[in-house]
């Protein structure tokens, strides 16, 4: 069974700070990874995804994420953080065939201080 | 492009009442569709998943149900809400294991 850990349900930095939200997964074989952003009473939005080749993708908003096979993670980094990326975050993982569904971390809050 | 409705957009409804959430996706065909639920402060729960008309899988045993009557169609019933049915709901549908998920703007249900 696949499972993905976001490591830290509250992340605060800086404005103009790095972001970095860390996701770990659990997987037999080389998943498909995904970060979704969720604003305030709204539903999810895919930020990026990785299925396969380039192992650095980028996304909306500036932000990008590295696949690492060996470390198991998919970390989440946005250089300057700004006021509206206060959001909750979702690292997801589902196997690279069939149907089974997407399996969610429980999500990372990013407050972003003025 | 396609686009995904789901309604309404909150709810509140007394103990022992029914429910019936509805999803609709447009500008597809055979899509898979889920319904997720997200209590407050904490993520996201996998209720149902369909991939296809009258197919339905169950992940977890509760008073909900799942129809899906039409291709684009997905629907979240109960017979008898609880307190904790309380949540935010959110209906969801993608067209392979390639691709990630669009989801509705969801449903906020307050049971009281």
């Known amino acids: 069974a696949q499972s993905v850990t976001q490591l830290g349900s509250h992340v605060s930095v800086s404005e103009g700070a790095l972001v970095l939200l860390r996701c770990n997964y659990s997987?037999?074989?080389?998943?498909?990874l995904f970060w979704y952003v969720q604003y305030p009473n709204q539903g999810l939005q895919l930020l990026l995804k990785?299925?396969?080749?380039?192992?650095l993708v980028k996304g909306i908003n500036g932000f990008e994420a590295e696949f690492k096979k060996s470390e198991t993670s998919f970390h989440l980094t946005k250089p300057s953080a700004h006021m509206s990326d206060a959001a909750e975050y979702f690292c997801?993982?589902?196997?690279?065939?069939?149907?089974?569904?997407?399996?969610f971390g429980k999500g990372t809050r990013l407050s972003v201080i003025a | 492009s396609q686009t995904i409705h789901q309604w309404p957009a909150t709810l509140v409804q007394p103990v022992g009442s029914p429910l019936s959430l509805e999803c609709t996706v447009e500008?597809?065909?055979?899509?898979?569709l889920y319904w997720y639920r997200q209590a407050a402060g904490r993520g996201l729960q996998l209720l149902f998943y369909?991939?296809?008309?009258?197919?339905i899988s169950s992940e977890v045993p509760q008073n909900l149900s799942a129809s899906r009557p039409q291709d684009r169609q997905f629907i979240l019933s109960s017979k008898k809400l609880l307190l904790s049915d309380s949540g935010f709901y959110l209906c969801?549908?993608?067209?392979?294991?390639?691709?990630?998920?669009?989801f509705g703007s969801g449903t906020r249900l307050t049971v009281v």
């Open positions: 969801a549908w993608s067209s392979g294991s390639n691709y990630g998920y669009t």
């Open positions: 997987s037999s074989v080389p998943p498909y």
């Open positions: 990785y299925t396969t080749g380039a192992t």
């Open positions: 997801a993982v589902r196997p690279p065939a069939g149907n089974t569904p997407l399996v």
């Open positions: 500008g597809t065909s055979n899509p898979n």
């Open positions: 369909s991939v296809g008309i009258g197919q």
